[in-house]
């Protein structure tokens, strides 16, 4: 959740969260 490379999209919830990418 703390790296911003959406690529890898860990999570979708905290890459929404985060607001790097809505998947």
């Known amino acids: ?3 911003k490379t959406c690529r ?3 999570h ?3 890459a929404r969260a985060a ?3 809505v998947e």
């Open 1 to 3: 959740c703390s790296h």
């Open 8 to 10: 890898v999209a860990y």
């Open 12 to 14: 979708p919830l905290c």
């Open 19 to 21: 607001g790097l990418c």
